[in-house]
Structure formats: C-alpha cells, structure tokens
C-alpha cells in the first residue's frame, strides 16, 4: 500500500490518514501510535469494560484500589449523603495524598474544598476564623429590630451581596 508522506495507515479501520489524526508517542520510532485516535480511544474502551466493567470501576481501582462495592458500602456507612455537608448523591472519592487512604465519598464541592485547602487542617482552620471574623451578621437589637453588622470591619456590605 502506498502511503503519502506526512500520514499513516490504520490497521484497525484500513484507511489512510494524516499524522494528525495519530496519537503522539515515544515508545515506538516513528512517534506516533500504531491506531488512529479513533480506533485507539475504541480498543482503550473495549479494554476497560472487558477487564474492569467500565470506566469508573477501571479508574477506581487505578487510583485508588478499590471497586465500586467499595464505594458503594462506604456510602452507605454515609447514610448516601457526603460526609460532610450532607448533599445527596455523593460521587467523588476522598483520599488522603499522603498515605492514598480512601477517608470517604463527598459531594464535588466539599472535595474541591478539601483540594484547594490541600487537606491542611491549619489552612482549613484559618478559613474558619476568617469567615468568622468578616462575615456580616444580623444582630438583633429589639424585638423585629437587626442592625447587620461584622466584627472586624465596619463597611456596609455591597449592594450585590
């Protein structure tokens, strides 16, 4: 078969194609994968609801060396709610980046909380006083009567807020 420079033949779907439209790669000589993207993101698929039963389960026992009866039971011990703000339908995996234990199932918000805190419980702990701190609260003066106010400083808050 003759193949033009600048592409490639696919044997899985038998056509000729731009190296474009090939994974790059610096396992084989030429650069480039054997499959199209197509053709390979097809087999990856194949591979990983052959071996594993889906995507999930394959990521799940990658990362984290569990399975989805792992995660299911772990919910359950939850109630079915994150284990910290209570959300329903929990779907991410918390694990501690140092040793790789798995701690819980959270909601994505309280997981990306955790994440951007860099599950630092001083940083976690500092946030908590700074929200306490600044936070415009409603002080109840007289009966029906608030005065908002904050402890730490004396701007009213914006009309937007």
């Given at each position: 078969?003759?193949?033009?420079?600048?592409?490639?033949?696919?044997?899985?779907?038998?056509?000729?194609?731009?190296?474009?439209?090939?994974?790059?790669?610096?396992?084989?000589?030429?650069?480039?994968?054997?499959?199209?993207?197509?053709?390979?993101?097809?087999?990856?698929?194949?591979?990983?609801?052959?071996?594993?039963?889906?995507?999930?389960?394959?990521?799940?026992?990658?990362?984290?060396?569990?399975?989805?009866?792992?995660?299911?039971?772990?919910?359950?011990?939850?109630?079915?709610?994150?284990?910290?703000?209570?959300?329903?339908?929990?779907?991410?995996?918390?694990?501690?980046?140092r040793t790789g234990w798995v701690?819980?199932?959270?909601?994505?918000?309280?997981n990306g909380g955790l994440g951007?805190?860099?599950?630092?419980?001083?940083?976690?702990?500092?946030?908590?006083?700074?929200?306490?701190?600044?936070?415009?609260?409603?002080?109840?003066?007289?009966?029906?009567?608030?005065?908002?106010?904050?402890?730490?400083?004396?701007?009213?808050?914006?009309?937007?807020?």
């Amino acid at each position: 078969m003759d193949v033009p420079e600048g592409s490639k033949w696919c044997p899985d779907c038998g056509s000729v194609k731009s190296l474009a439209e090939f994974a790059r790669t610096k396992a084989r000589a030429g650069g480039y994968h054997s499959y199209c993207l197509i053709c390979h993101n097809a087999r990856g698929k194949e591979t990983k609801d052959r071996l594993y039963g889906g995507s999930r389960e394959y990521h799940l026992r990658r990362r984290y060396g569990i399975d989805g009866a792992v995660v299911a039971e772990l919910l359950a011990e939850q109630g079915g709610v994150c284990a910290i703000c209570g959300a329903d339908d929990p779907q991410h995996v918390d694990h501690d980046h140092r040793t790789g234990w798995v701690r819980g199932i959270l909601c994505f918000n309280c997981n990306g909380g955790l994440g951007q805190f860099r599950d630092d419980p001083d940083l976690l702990a500092a946030a908590i006083t700074y929200l306490k701190g600044t936070t415009w609260r409603r002080a109840l003066i007289h009966p029906g009567v608030y005065r908002i106010s904050s402890p730490a400083r004396g701007r009213l808050p914006s009309r937007s807020s």
